[in-house]
């Protein structure tokens, strides 16, 4: 008979060379844990090791042996036992392993963990007793679908009104101190931006060039005081270029409430451009970006140290030569072998000329660009670390790339940027726009320090 000093407590799922019960061979263990399963009473054991069994066993392993119900019982529990453990071992390695997720909705926004901080060294003169900075910049850019362009598919499910106030709720929330805004009308700017809730917001707008379309730039009343406006006229494209628009303000922080200290000190000016270049050619995108990039240089003040914000939708990726002129020494390595003088000299019809490198260059020494969201993935999508945005920021149902920027002058330190949603919430829609998101391209959201 076999008691319990007689087998090992040595159990594993799998089947092993040797057998874990000490004097029974390995085809007699195989036989009782896999009648563990089909035996729930003391009678199906007896039932299942009837004399034919027993004597075939006998035969293959030359040993003399009786297992009586209770000795396979207590063989059963002691499995059952391992088992047990084995599972919760493995549950809790499973939670352990388990990613947290933040579901990134509106009401959530709020909450810890949804916005990646930037390491930027401690600085007395700037943080409080808080640890907040004082002079903090709030600026979000988002194109907001104009209804001409929403699908029949989407009209069904999503109005413009239920559109309209989801971004409105969503720009209350975060409450930038400037925002911009693409692809609206003024239908929305009458009915939905000039109203009450929006009264803390100066709001202007700027008429595109191709469309009816128009660019909205929005800045807390309160914070700064308007120096200038420009909306640029683009005709120099043709007429069938596409819609593109341009404007710009140029905004001073207001310092009537800070200390006396602060009056005595330089004023602050930002220089925000609100922007959307055509999707049909990047040859009229770079002359676009010339033309911010001339304006920049032809107001740039050294005493002024203005700070430049330049965010909106590029219609471009990050791996485009539209992008790479931002970073101008990157453009530089990876281009410099079509773009030399002979070569332009040859080729009239490039798409980038010798002014524009230079322009580009000049531009690249004094203000040093940067995008807020160029290292959002910890991975390089493409070669160079400045190509590590976002897999994508618009997606339709033949469109998923990464085309809204937010870039900034070097004299602005970014403090934070605002998380994206998970790629598995967005796929699971068959395309842009939906009931939870409002437009076919994500917001961006960033926080400098002045």
Same mark, same amino acid.
């Given at each position: 008979?076999?008691?319990?000093?007689?087998?090992?407590?040595?159990?594993?799922?799998?089947?092993?060379?040797?057998?874990?019960?000490?004097?029974?061979?390995?085809?007699?263990?195989?036989?009782?844990?896999?009648?563990?399963?089909?035996?729930?009473?003391?009678?199906?054991?007896?039932?299942?090791?009837?004399?034919?069994?027993? &004597?075939?066993?006998?035969?293959?392993?030359?040993?003399?042996?009786?297992?009586?119900?209770?000795?396979?019982? &207590?063989?059963?529990? &002691?499995?059952?036992?391992?088992?047990?453990?084995?599972?919760?071992?493995?549950?809790?390695?499973?939670?352990?392993?388990?990613?947290?997720?933040?579901?990134?909705?509106?009401?959530?926004?709020?909450?810890?963990?949804?916005?990646?901080?930037?390491?930027?060294?401690?600085?007395?003169?700037?943080?409080?007793?808080?640890?907040?900075?004082?002079?903090?910049?709030?600026?979000?850019?988002?194109?907001?679908?104009?209804?001409?362009?929403?699908?029949?598919?989407?009209?069904?499910?999503?109005?413009?009104?239920?559109?309209?106030?989801?971004?409105?709720?969503?720009?209350?929330?975060?409450?930038?101190?400037?925002?911009?805004?693409?692809?609206?009308?003024?239908?929305?700017?009458?009915?939905?931006?000039?109203?009450?809730?929006?009264?803390?917001?100066?709001?202007?707008?700027?008429?595109?060039?191709?469309?009816?379309?128009?660019?909205?730039?929005?800045?807390?009343?309160?914070?700064?005081?308007?120096?200038?406006?420009?909306?640029?006229?683009?005709?120099?494209?043709?007429?069938?270029?596409?819609?593109?628009?341009?404007?710009?303000?140029?905004?001073?922080?207001?310092?009537?409430?800070?200390?006396?200290?602060?009056?005595?000190?330089?004023?602050?000016?930002?220089?925000?451009?609100?922007?959307?270049?055509?999707?049909?050619?990047?040859?009229?995108?770079?002359?676009?970006?010339?033309?911010?990039?001339?304006?920049?240089?032809?107001?740039?003040?050294?005493?002024?140290?203005?700070?430049?914000?330049?965010?909106?939708?590029?219609?471009?990726?990050?791996?485009?030569?539209?992008?790479?002129?931002?970073?101008?020494?990157?453009?530089?390595? &990876?281009?410099?072998?079509?773009?030399?003088?002979?070569?332009?000299?040859?080729?009239?019809?490039?798409?980038?000329?010798?002014?524009?490198?230079?322009?580009?260059?000049?531009?690249?020494?004094?203000?040093?660009?940067?995008?807020?969201?160029?290292?959002?993935?910890?991975?390089?999508?493409?070669?160079?670390?400045?190509?590590?945005?976002?897999?994508?920021?618009?997606?339709?149902?033949?469109?998923?790339?990464?085309?809204?920027?937010?870039?900034?002058?070097?004299?602005?330190?970014?403090?934070?940027?605002?998380?994206?949603?998970?790629?598995?919430?967005?796929?699971?829609?068959?395309?842009?726009?939906?009931?939870?998101?409002?437009?076919?391209?994500?917001?961006?959201?960033?926080?400098?320090?002045?």
């Amino acid at each position: 008979m076999l008691n319990k000093e007689n087998y090992s407590q040595n159990f594993c799922k799998k089947i092993v060379k040797r057998s874990p019960l000490k004097n029974i061979s390995l085809n007699i263990f195989n036989f009782i844990y896999s009648s563990k399963k089909k035996a729930q009473s003391n009678k199906k054991c007896h039932l299942l090791l009837t004399s034919t069994k027993k &004597e075939k066993l006998k035969t293959e392993n030359n040993l003399d042996f009786e297992l009586s119900n209770k000795d396979l019982q &207590e063989i059963f529990e &002691e499995l059952n036992k391992k088992e047990n453990e084995n599972n919760k071992i493995e549950k809790s390695e499973l939670l352990t392993k388990k990613r947290k997720r933040n579901f990134i909705t509106i009401e959530s926004l709020n909450k810890k963990n949804n916005y990646i901080k930037y390491k930027i060294k401690k600085n007395p003169k700037i943080t409080t007793l808080n640890n907040e900075p004082k002079n903090k910049l709030k600026v979000l850019t988002y194109n907001i679908l104009n209804p001409s362009c929403m699908k029949k598919e989407a009209e069904k499910d999503l109005s413009t009104e239920e559109r309209m106030n989801k971004i409105k709720k969503d720009i209350l929330y975060l409450t930038p101190d400037i925002f911009c805004l693409q692809e609206a009308d003024l239908y929305i700017y009458k009915n939905y931006l000039l109203k009450e809730d929006m009264n803390k917001y100066e709001i202007l707008y700027g008429i595109n060039c191709g469309s009816s379309f128009i660019n909205i730039i929005g800045f807390k009343k309160q914070k700064f005081l308007l120096k200038s406006f420009k909306n640029f006229s683009l005709l120099n494209l043709g007429k069938y270029a596409g819609n593109r628009g341009i404007m710009n303000i140029n905004l001073e922080l207001n310092q009537k409430n800070n200390n006396n200290e602060q009056k005595n000190k330089p004023k602050k000016i930002i220089s925000v451009y609100n922007v959307h270049f055509p999707w049909k050619y990047e040859s009229d995108r770079i002359i676009l970006l010339r033309t911010i990039f001339n304006h920049i240089k032809e107001n740039y003040n050294r005493e002024e140290n203005k700070k430049i914000l330049i965010m909106g939708d590029f219609n471009s990726e990050p791996s485009s030569k539209l992008i790479k002129l931002f970073y101008y020494k990157k453009f530089l390595k &990876e281009e410099s072998k079509n773009y030399n003088k002979e070569n332009i000299e040859k080729d009239k019809t490039s798409k980038i000329d010798l002014n524009t490198l230079y322009l580009c260059e000049d531009i690249y020494n004094k203000f040093h660009f940067n995008s807020a969201y160029q290292f959002y993935l910890k991975e390089k999508i493409i070669n160079g670390d400045f190509m590590r945005h976002p897999a994508y920021t618009s997606r339709t149902k033949y469109f998923k790339k990464t085309i809204d920027y937010i870039f900034f002058s070097n004299n602005l330190k970014i403090r934070k940027i605002i998380k994206l949603p998970y790629y598995y919430e967005v796929n699971k829609e068959k395309f842009l726009p939906s009931k939870d998101f409002p437009s076919d391209h994500i917001r961006l959201f960033a926080e400098f320090i002045l």
